[in-house]
T-cell receptor
Framework: DTGVSQDPRHKITKRGQNVTFRCDPI?????LYWYRQTLGQGPEFLTY????????KSRLLSDRFSAERPKGSFSTLEIQHTEQGDSAMYLC???????????????FGPGTRLTVL | SQQGEEDPQALSIQEGENATMNCSYK?????LQWYRQNSGRGLVHLIL?????REKHSGRLRVTLDTSKKSSSLLITASRAADTASYFC?????????????FGKGMKLTVNP
């Protein structure tokens, strides 16, 4: 399967613990996005990378959240000192931007469902 | 914050009937897209309509866009039980180069066999 993959698919943790999620984009895609989706809501943008550079972060991304894409391929999203309000589905998407001005479709992974007890 | 808002929030129809969902948004857009999400297959892209387009078709899907009213509609014709899912509209704004998607809250469609 050459789509976007995320690991783990489910994570249950206790309040105060740190968690890290991984996203593997489609191999040639240079853009990678993180979104968060809470129950009954649509996904909300968190941050995005162009290659290894993190170019935009949402106000939703508090200091407890950090994302990296060290080699411009896979990305990790870490949440420190988790809170119950962090419980959500964390979605990753990737796209190939070739700079022509045309919109570049994002392809989504299956998500990581986080439950903070 | 979410920009789009789908209407109705839930819709239940019989197989074979048409389903229409509406989406309103707030700011200028580059394009508007519709996605489907169910527990089995995640978020799936359905169709994209650019800001200079008014109508687009793809199979059983028909999307319209009215930029003067900042609204869009998605019509699914001859619905099937497999169309049961949540549907989201998402916009890409004209500011910045991220192409980030701004989603609505979604609408739950149930197609009864």
């Amino acid at each position: 399967d050459t789509g976007v993959s995320q690991d783990p698919r489910h994570k249950i943790t206790k309040r105060g613990q740190n968690v890290t999620f991984r996203c593997d984009p489609i191999s040639e895609h240079n853009r990678l996005y993180w979104y968060r989706q809470t129950l009954g809501q649509g996904p909300e943008f968190l941050t995005y990378f162009q290659n290894e550079a993190q170019l935009e972060k949402s106000r939703l991304l508090s200091d407890r959240f950090s994302a990296e894409r060290p080699k411009g391929s896979f990305s990790t999203l870490e949440i420190q000192h988790t809170e119950q309000g962090d419980s959500a589905m964390y979605l990753c998407a990737s796209s190939l931007s070739v700079g022509t001005g045309a919109y570049n479709e994002q392809f989504f992974g299956p998500g990581t469902r986080l439950t903070v007890l | 914050s979410q920009q789009g808002e789908e209407d109705p929030q839930a819709l239940s129809i019989q197989e074979g009937e048409n389903a229409t969902m509406n989406c309103s948004y707030k700011t200028s857009i580059n394009n508007l897209q519709w996605y489907r999400q169910n527990s089995g297959r995640g978020l799936v892209h359905l169709i994209l309509i650019r800001s200079n387009e008014r109508e687009k078709h793809s199979g059983r899907l028909r999307v319209t866009l009215d930029t003067s009213k900042k609204s869009s509609s998605l019509l699914i014709t001859a619905s099937r039980a497999a169309d049961t899912a949540s549907y989201f509209c998402a916009t890409v704004g004209t500011q910045g180069g991220s192409e980030k998607l701004v989603f609505g809250k979604g609408m739950k469609l149930t197609v009864n066999p």
